[in-house]
T-cell receptor
Framework: GAVVSQHPSRVICKSGTSVKIECRSL??????MFWYRQFPKQSLMLMAT?????????EQGVEKDKFLINHASLTLSTLTVTSAHPEDSSFYIC??????????????FGPGTRLTVL | EDKVVQSPLSLVVHEGDTVTLNCSYE??????LLWYKQEKKAPTFLFML??SGIEKKSGRLSSILDKKELSSILNITATQTGDSAIYLC?????????WGGGADGLTFGKGTHLIIQP
């Protein structure tokens, strides 16, 4: 149980184009989804938190007009990197949380999407 | 299909105790195993293990990888209430993080909820 998928697993695009990454919770409803970017020293940088049906909350320093997040349903959130540039090349990971029921905010992670911008 | 299993799912101990968290994996083309501590939103990186039998240490935390048994343990000695968190294990199945090669992604375990009681 608690499986999260991401699509695509890898994408290569030209500079200036937009790329959409999907994050799906396959067997549970996710009231909250998180988007992360993985940096070279293995740290995960939280980019934004999205709640179904409302606007995403972006972390400081993350451009909301560049990284568009849509959490259209309880099982799907999308991250669109608009006008991508080579510096946006990275590994993007999403996680999903079921409705809160415990002490900790449990998150289930997707496998990640590797974006390469040429 | 790659799989990462952590045990126990949750653990409650008293301050000062020593705990051992387990992570086992079934991954094609194993490259590295990573441990994270998740307290709030974004997990923080603890260790990256690539070689079997070599212990990595950071303060009261230590970890070791056993490639023969396809497992890793995370030890925390003299636990403190601030150690309460979800501890995540993830396995990298390609050389992306280390070598910049193609990404097969990260597979995360479900985490161990560790609660340290005063």
């Amino acid at each position: 149980g608690a499986v999260v998928s991401q699509h695509p697993s890898r994408v290569i695009c030209k500079s200036g184009t937009s790329v959409k990454i999907e994050c799906r919770s396959l067997d549970f409803q996710a009231t909250t989804m998180f988007w992360y970017r993985q940096f070279p020293k293995q740290s995960l940088m939280l980019m934004a938190t999205s709640n179904e049906g409302s606007k995403a909350t972006y972390e400081q320093g993350v451009e909301k007009d560049k990284f568009l997040i849509n959490h259209a349903s309880l099982t799907l959130s999308t991250l669109t990197v608009t006008s991508a540039h080579p510096e946006d090349s990275s590994f993007y990971i999403c996680s999903a949380s079921p409705p809160s029921g415990g002490t900790y905010n449990e998150q289930f992670f997707g496998p990640g999407t590797r974006l390469t911008v040429l | 299909e790659d799989k990462v299993v952590q045990s126990p799912l949750s653990l409650v101990v008293h301050e000062g105790d020593t705990v051992t968290l387990n992570c086992s994996y079934e991954v094609t083309n194993f490259r590295s195993l990573l441990w994270y501590k998740q307290e709030k939103k974004a997990p923080t990186f603890l260790f990256m293990l690539t070689s079997s039998g070599i212990e990595k240490k950071s303060g009261r935390l230590s970890s070791i990888l056993d490639k023969k048994e396809l497992s890793s343990i995370l030890n925390i000695t003299a636990t403190q209430t601030g150690d309460s968190a979800i501890y995540l294990c993830a396995v990298e199945a390609s050389g992306y993080l280390l070598w910049g090669g193609g990404a097969d992604g990260l597979t995360f375990g479900k985490g161990t909820h560790l609660i340290i009681q005063p």
